[in-house]
C-alpha cells in the first residue's frame, strides 16, 4: 500500500512508549494518525504535522464518552482503517496483599478499557465493511507467576480471551484482528507504584524480592519498542517480513516472549500427557 492511497490510524495511549512509536511508523510509512492520549499536552509534540490529528481520551471514560469522540475522529480523513487498543496500565502488587481492590484498578483500564474502546469503534468498521483491529497483550498472560505481576497478567489473558473471542465474531464484517503479545521492552515509562495498602507480614520477604525485581528492570529490558512497532505496521499493511505470509492473527513479539509462550504449551501438553487416562476417562458411560 503506497502513501497515495494511505491508511488512517486511530490510536490510544500514544504518549509514550509503544503508542508513540506507533504514530512515527506509521506516518513514516505515508499513513495518517488520529492520536489519542488522556492529555492533550501529552503529545503535543505530534502537531503540526497534517498528518496527524490529537485527541484527548481516557479509555476509562464509557462508551458514550468514547463513541462521541470515535465517530468525530472517523470524519477527520472520512474513514478509520486501523483501531489500536493500546493504553493500559501496570500495577504491581502480591495478589493477596492487592485482592479484588488491585484487580479491579488494574482491569477497570486493561480490560474494561479495551472493550470499551472496541465497542465504540465497531459501529464504523463494520458499517465501512472492513478495518483492522490491533490490541497490545503482553506476554505475561503467559507467565503469570512473576510475583507482583499477578494482577497485570490476569487482566491480559482476560484481555487476550476477549480478542480472540472478537476475532471470531467480525470476520464475517472483513474485520481482521491482530492480538500482539510482546515481551519486557524499554518503552521509557516508569514503574507504577507498588501497591502496598495492605501488607501483611508473612510476605515481607517476597515483597522486599518483588520489589527490587521490579526497580531493576527499567532501562533494563532486551527489546526495542521501534522494532517491535515497525513489525506491527509491516503485518497491518502486509510489507516488508510480512509480505507474503498469511494473517497472523497473534503475533509474538521478543525471544523472551518467545521463550514462555513455548515453555507454557510444554508445560501444558506435558501435564496432559502424563494424566492423559484421567482426563479422557470422565466422560458418560455408554
Not at 492520549?37 to 505530534?46: G, N, P, Q, T, V
Not at 479509555?59 to 487498543?85: F, H, M, N, Y
Not at 480478542?163 to 464475517?172: G, M
Not at 491482530?178 to 507504577?192: D, H, Y
Request: net charge neutral; proline share 5%; charged share 20%.
Amino acid at each position: 500500500m503506497s502513501s497515495s492511497n494511505p491508511l488512517v490510524w486511530f490510536i490510544t495511549g500514544t504518549s509514550s512508549g509503544f503508542g508513540q512509536c506507533l504514530v512515527n511508523s506509521a506516518l513514516a510509512r505515508g499513513d495518517r494518525v488520529i492520536a489519542t492520549a488522556r492529555s492533550l499536552d501529552s503529545i503535543k509534540h505530534f502537531e503540526g504535522n497534517p498528518n496527524v490529528c490529537t485527541r484527548q481520551l481516557d479509555v476509562t471514560a464509557g462508551v458514550p464518552a468514547l463513541t462521541e469522540i470515535v465517530t468525530e475522529a472517523a470524519k477527520v480523513w472520512g474513514r478509520i482503517d486501523v483501531v489500536v487498543s493500546n493504553a493500559g496500565v501496570g500495577l504491581p502488587g502480591l495478589m493477596e496483599e492487592g485482592g479484588s481492590v488491585l484487580l479491579r484498578r488494574q482491569f477497570e483500564a486493561n480490560v474494561f478499557g479495551v472493550m470499551d474502546v472496541l465497542s465504540a469503534s465497531l459501529p464504523t468498521l463494520r458499517a465501512q465493511k472492513s478495518g483492522t483491529v490491533v490490541v497490545i497483550g503482553s506476554r505475561s498472560a503467559w507467565k503469570p507467576d512473576i510475583p507482583g505481576l499477578g494482577a497485570y497478567a490476569a487482566s491480559k489473558a482476560a484481555t487476550h480471551a476477549l480478542t480472540e473471542a472478537l476475532t471470531a465474531e467480525v470476520a464475517r464484517f472483513n474485520i481482521r484482528v491482530l492480538l500482539v503479545e510482546p515481551g519486557a521492552f524499554r518503552t521509557n515509562i516508569s514503574s507504577t507504584v507498588y501497591f502496598q495498602e495492605n501488607s501483611i507480614p508473612d510476605y515481607d520477604e517476597l515483597r522486599a524480592l518483588s520489589l527490587s525485581r521490579f526497580g531493576a528492570l527499567h532501562g533494563s529490558e532486551p527489546g526495542d519498542p521501534v522494532k517491535a512497532m515497525e513489525m506491527v505496521v509491516d503485518v497491518v499493511r502486509g510489507e516488508g517480513c510480512a509480505k507474503g505470509r498469511p494473517w497472523p492473527k497473534r503475533l509474538v513479539l521478543g525471544q523472551d516472549a518467545e521463550n514462555d509462550v513455548r515453555a507454557k504449551c510444554k508445560m501444558m501438553l506435558d501435564g496432559m500427557d502424563l494424566w492423559v487416562e484421567g482426563v479422557r476417562d470422565v466422560g458418560v458411560d455408554k
